[in-house]
């Protein structure tokens, strides 16, 4: 497909194609999950009924089979994410798993008291707690650097909260609260001047943006597989095998071993040593047929794509009196938040399901960053490429109605 033909890609998202409350869907709550293409569908249907077996411990034609569909999947997340090599493609549960994995392993190789790791204020608590529990460990000092009201944490405010005591930095791409885009490769270069490591939550962009890990340089990069029209349950820690090849073992048990012992066992390679278990492997083979789907598209098409619908939202929400939206910063990408004087988030959220339209409300799992704009939730509808205009209008006539149902704006 050379340009985005829009109803072409919704037709290949049955999930689409149904009503709510007798309305044709409108689903804008991509940034909680997307839905799954056809061929993320196929992709499962057929490991399950056709080449179901485990991966790794079996010489037998299923079980090759399964392990190469598995094991082809780190490819191609290298080449989506231009990473440097399989060897540092972790299979995860998603971004919160690679985030625990790197708090937990990376923490007791290198983090000592009094050492300080840094997040940003725009993270989501799954790339907030990890770190306070290893702080909680370690006898390490959690470091934020603020959010302005704008929900944009400039440049100087994060190199000011850099120390020489910083082991590491984990701040997100893209905010799933706010939509802000960060400068990760600047603020990487930072960090790593520093001295410290980064971990960046690529949990909001790798759906949204090219993503370069050679050219952002940071350490560790996670993303969940349901974000980026695959299943749940599978993700990735993308990470500098140089790195990962110093980390402990995170969990113990199957295919992380190459001999095990009843006094000691020895360790695997990279990537399975950080893997323990029989792994997703239908998720893994599903979500390789996402990543496969989504490269399939014109990126800058699909990146204009989004943003259109993100500036016509944002202009419509702006016509209507009693609208405000949260979050101001000069590039965000496919969330839009916002609150309505006078009422609550999940009033809002739940007359415009009555309209078919699905957001989401609430504190979106950033709930430190809400409190310090004084919030306590927004509304958020959440764009992707299957969104349309028409769907940003429906978006548009159904807030125009629950605000009158309310009796505000
Ligand atoms: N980080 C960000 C920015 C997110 O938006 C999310 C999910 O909403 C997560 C982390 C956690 O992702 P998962 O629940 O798939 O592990």
Same mark, same amino acid.
């Given at each position: 497909?050379?340009?985005?033909?829009?109803?072409?890609?919704?037709?290949?998202?049955?999930?689409?194609?149904?009503?709510?409350?007798?309305?044709?869907?409108?689903?804008?709550?991509?940034?909680?999950?997307?839905?799954?293409?056809?061929?993320?569908?196929?992709?499962?249907?057929?490991?399950?009924?056709?080449?179901?077996?485990?991966?790794?411990?079996?010489?037998?034609?299923?079980?090759? #089979?399964?392990?190469?569909?598995?094991?082809?999947?780190?490819?191609?997340?290298?080449?989506?994410?231009?990473?440097?090599?399989?060897?540092?493609?972790?299979?995860?549960?998603?971004?919160?798993?690679?985030?625990?994995?790197?708090?937990?392993?990376?923490?007791?190789?290198?983090?000592?008291?009094?050492?300080?790791?840094?997040?940003?204020?725009?993270?989501?608590?799954?790339?907030?707690?990890?770190?306070?529990?290893?702080?909680?460990?370690?006898?390490?000092?959690? #470091?934020?650097?603020?959010?302005?009201?704008?929900?944009?944490?400039?440049?100087?405010?994060?190199?000011?909260?850099?120390?020489?005591?910083?082991?590491?930095?984990?701040?997100?791409?893209?905010?799933?609260?706010?939509?802000?885009?960060?400068?990760?490769?600047?603020?990487?270069?930072?960090?790593?001047?520093?001295?410290?490591?980064?971990?960046?939550?690529?949990?909001?962009?790798?759906?949204?943006?090219?993503?370069?890990?050679?050219?952002?340089?940071?350490?560790?990069?996670?993303?969940?597989?349901? !974000?980026?029209?695959?299943?749940?349950?599978?993700?990735?820690?993308?990470? !500098?095998?140089?790195?990962?090849?110093?980390?402990?073992?995170?969990?113990?048990?199957?295919?992380?071993?190459?001999?095990?012992?009843?006094?000691?066992?020895?360790?695997?390679?990279?990537?399975?040593?950080?893997?323990?278990?029989?792994?997703?492997?239908?998720?893994?083979?599903?979500?390789?047929?996402?990543?496969?789907?989504?490269?399939?598209?014109?990126?800058?098409?699909?990146?204009?794509?989004?943003?259109?619908?993100?500036?016509?939202?944002?202009?419509?929400?702006?016509?209507?009196?009693?609208?405000?939206?949260?979050?101001?910063?000069?590039?965000?990408?496919?969330?839009?938040?916002?609150?309505?004087?006078?009422?609550?988030?999940?009033?809002?959220?739940?007359?415009?399901?009555?309209?078919?339209?699905?957001?989401?409300?609430?504190?979106?799992?950033?709930?430190?960053?809400?409190?310090?704009?004084?919030?306590?939730?927004?509304?958020?509808?959440?764009?992707?490429?299957?969104?349309?205009?028409?769907?940003?209008?429906? *978006?548009?006539?159904?807030?125009?109605?629950?605000?009158?149902? *309310?009796?505000?704006?």
């Amino acid at each position: 497909m050379s340009v985005l033909d829009v109803e072409a890609l919704r037709a290949q998202f049955p999930a689409l194609d149904q009503l709510v409350h007798g309305k044709p869907l409108v689903y804008l709550d991509n940034a909680a999950t997307t839905q799954k293409a056809q061929a993320v569908l196929d992709a499962l249907d057929g490991y399950y009924r056709g080449d179901c077996a485990n991966v790794h411990r079996g010489v037998h034609t299923l079980s090759a #089979r399964a392990g190469e569909r598995f094991e082809a999947v780190r490819e191609t997340i290298r080449a989506r994410l231009n990473a440097t090599s399989t060897d540092g493609v972790i299979f995860t549960a998603g971004t919160t798993a690679a985030i625990n994995l790197v708090a937990d392993s990376f923490g007791r190789a290198f983090v000592r008291p009094g050492d300080e790791i840094l997040v940003s204020g725009l993270e989501h608590h799954s790339n907030l707690v990890p770190w306070q529990l290893l702080c909680q460990r370690s006898g390490a000092v959690l #470091r934020v650097a603020h959010a302005d009201a704008d929900g944009v944490v400039s440049t100087e405010t994060f190199a000011a909260a850099l120390s020489e005591r910083t082991r590491l930095a984990a701040f997100t791409h893209v905010s799933n609260a706010l939509g802000t885009l960060n400068p990760v490769a600047k603020w990487t270069a930072l960090a790593h001047r520093a001295g410290a490591r980064v971990l960046v939550d690529g949990a909001q962009a790798v759906a949204h943006l090219g993503v370069d890990l050679q050219a952002i340089d940071c350490d560790f990069y996670a993303f969940s597989g349901h !974000k980026v029209y695959g299943p749940t349950g599978i993700g990735a820690l993308v990470g !500098k095998p140089e790195l990962l090849e110093q980390l402990p073992p995170w969990q113990g048990g199957g295919d992380m071993i190459s001999h095990v012992g009843y006094e000691c066992s020895e360790y695997n390679t990279l990537p399975w040593r950080l893997e323990a278990g029989t792994p997703h492997i239908a998720g893994a083979i599903g979500l390789g047929a996402a990543l496969e789907f989504l490269g399939g598209l014109p990126l800058d098409e699909l990146v204009a794509h989004e943003d259109r619908l993100l500036e016509r939202a944002c202009a419509e929400l702006d016509a209507i009196p009693g609208v405000v939206r949260v979050g101001r910063a000069p590039r965000r990408v496919s969330v839009l938040s916002f609150v309505v004087d006078g009422a609550h988030p999940s009033d809002v959220a739940t007359l415009l399901d009555l309209e078919g339209v699905a957001v989401r409300s609430g504190h979106h799992c950033a709930q430190p960053l809400l409190e310090r704009l004084g919030l306590p939730g927004t509304v958020r509808a959440s764009f992707s490429l299957y969104n349309t205009e028409a769907e940003v209008e429906r *978006l548009a006539a159904a807030l125009r109605k629950a605000l009158r149902l *309310l009796g505000v704006g």
